[in-house]
DNA sequence: GCCAACGTTGGC
DNA sequence: GCCAACGTTGGC
C-alpha cells in the first residue's frame, strides 16, 4: 500500500482539530495545485499518511488513514479540484521534525526536504518505516 | 518579515 | 506556445 503527508498550517487545520474529530474525519480540503491533486486521486480507503505540521512546529506529528477516495471539492468553484476523507489513527509519542528528517540518512529523497511547497506527497515504504522508527512507533 | 522556489496568468 | 510578471507557500 501506498504511503502519503499531508502538509498543514496548525493555525488552519491542526493535529489536535483532526484527533478531536475522531473516526469519522474530515474532509481533506484545499488543494489546488494538479500534482497534489493526482497524489489525492491515486489514493485508496485505509492506506496511510504522515500528518505534517508546516511553519509552526515543522514536524510530523500523528498518521491519519483515508476512510473516503476522491471526489469533488465544492469549496473549488472551477469545478477542478476534488478532496479525500481522512481520519487520525495515532499520535507520534515523539514528533518528527524537519531538522531531525534532514539529518537522517536514508531521507535525503523525501519530497518534504526538496520540494517543500507540495501539500500531498507520497511517502515511500522506506521512509514509512524510518520516520516511525524515529517517532517512537 | 524576508525571500527563494514554484505555479499560474496573460500579453505577444 | 513562449516567457515575464505576479501570487503563494513555507523555511529561515
Redesign the pocket.
Known amino acids: 500500500m501506498a504511503h502519503w503527508l499531508y502538509?498543514s498550517?496548525p493555525s488552519v487545520w491542526s493535529w489536535d482539530q483532526q484527533v478531536a474529530e475522531g473516526a469519522k474525519g474530515t474532509h481533506w480540503n484545499g488543494v489546488r495545485?494538479?500534482?497534489a491533486k493526482q497524489n489525492l486521486m491515486a489514493m485508496r480507503i485505509g492506506e496511510q499518511g504522515f500528518f505534517y505540521h508546516?511553519?509552526e512546529g515543522?514536524a510530523v506529528v500523528g498518521i491519519v488513514e483515508v476512510i473516503r477516495e476522491y471526489y469533488p471539492d465544492h469549496t473549488d468553484e472551477t469545478g477542478k479540484f476534488g478532496m479525500v476523507d481522512i481520519k487520525a489513527v495515532k499520535a507520534f509519542p515523539k514528533p518528527v521534525t524537519?531538522d531531525d528528517i534532514k539529518k537522517e540518512p536514508g531521507l535525503e529523497k523525501m519530497i518534504l526536504v526538496n520540494?517543500?511547497?507540495l501539500?500531498v506527497q507520497p511517502v515511500t515504504d522506506e521512509e514509512w518505516t524510518i520516520v516511525c522508527r524515529m517517532g517512537g512507533l
Open positions: 502538509k498550517e495545485n494538479h500534482v508546516s511553519n515543522k524537519l520540494n517543500s511547497r501539500s
